[in-house]
């Protein structure tokens, strides 16, 4: 195992998750990753906490001396963890697959540490950030009323990310349930797998999320 944020096939940025902690409302935070190598890498990410993030990809394949975005979405919690601080961990685990892998072709033992496989693993702390609008308030210099100007503005902006979020799951969602019924074509098929299934369930639930930001959102 190597340090922080590196190892010898990718390299992470940042080398630690920071998210925006307020109470009812999601954060996130990109991960850039990124082969250092002339081979094909796959990388897997793994979380102490799997019900309070989003991951995706949470698998994929990166072609020579390319790289990828990774989203981590902190999903709305209902109440402050004590003083702000957090123990979660993130373990990003890679290994050299074949030249043209796709990742719907990866073999389940793909991430399982044995003799013959060279397995690489990253791991990755995380911190929360408190809202600061008071300091940003005093910064700026604004009187009451302006301050009040600056929130509506924070709160726009604050939406239009989040929407933005939405739109980047929902799309990878989608592609991720392109993938699934490519595999099940190949298969026997039976009706739709339960991920497809979980998939489909999970689009609509963003899609309505989509729209209930874009109504909500200030003209």
Same mark, same amino acid.
């Given at each position: 195992? =190597?340090?922080?944020?590196?190892? #010898?096939?990718?390299?992470?940025?940042?080398?630690?998750?920071?998210?925006?902690?307020?109470?009812?409302?999601?954060?996130?935070?990109?991960?850039? @990753?990124?082969?250092?190598?002339?081979?094909?890498?796959?990388? *897997?990410? $793994?979380?102490?906490?799997?019900?309070?993030?989003?991951?995706?990809?949470?698998?994929?394949?990166?072609?020579?001396?390319?790289?990828?975005?990774?989203?981590?979405?902190? %999903?709305? %919690?209902?109440?402050?963890? +004590?003083?702000? #601080?957090? *123990?979660? *961990?993130?373990?990003? %685990?890679?290994?050299? @697959? +074949?030249?043209? =892998?796709?990742?719907?072709?990866? +073999?389940?033992?793909?991430?399982?540490?044995?003799?013959? *496989?060279?397995?690489?693993?990253?791991?990755? $702390?995380?911190?929360?950030?408190?809202?600061? =609008? +008071?300091?940003?308030?005093?910064?700026?210099?604004?009187?009451?009323?302006?301050?009040?100007?600056?929130?509506?503005?924070?709160?726009?902006?604050? &939406?239009?990310?989040?929407?933005?979020?939405?739109?980047? #799951?929902? %799309? #990878?969602?989608?592609?991720?349930?392109?993938? @699934?019924?490519?595999?099940?074509?190949?298969?026997?098929?039976?009706?739709?797998?339960? $991920?497809?299934?979980?998939?489909?369930?999970?689009?609509?639930?963003?899609?309505?999320?989509? &729209?209930? &930001?874009?109504?909500?959102?200030?003209?």
């Amino acid at each position: 195992m =190597t340090g922080v944020g590196e190892n #010898q096939l990718i390299s992470i940025q940042p080398d630690e998750l920071k998210f925006l902690f307020e109470l009812e409302k999601q954060s996130y935070c990109d991960l850039k @990753v990124a082969n250092k190598t002339e081979h094909y890498v796959a990388f *897997k990410v $793994k979380t102490t906490s799997p019900k309070k993030y989003f991951v995706r990809p949470n698998t994929g394949v990166i072609q020579p001396w390319d790289s990828c975005i990774i989203r981590v979405t902190l %999903q709305a %919690q209902r109440e402050f963890p +004590p003083d702000m #601080q957090c *123990k979660d *961990k993130f373990l990003l %685990q890679s290994t050299i @697959v +074949p030249p043209h =892998t796709d990742v719907d072709e990866l +073999p389940q033992d793909t991430f399982t540490k044995d003799s013959g *496989k060279t397995l690489t693993e990253c791991k990755l $702390k995380v911190s929360y950030i408190s809202p600061s =609008t +008071p300091q940003r308030s005093s910064e700026s210099g604004a009187t009451n009323g302006d301050g009040n100007g600056s929130e509506t503005i924070s709160t726009i902006q604050r &939406l239009k990310e989040e929407r933005d979020a939405a739109v980047k #799951q929902t %799309q #990878q969602l989608q592609h991720e349930l392109e993938v @699934v019924r490519r595999r099940n074509q190949r298969n026997s098929g039976n009706g739709l797998s339960l $991920k497809l299934a979980a998939l489909v369930g999970l689009i609509g639930l963003i899609i309505g999320f989509i &729209l209930k &930001l874009t109504l909500a959102s200030p003209t």
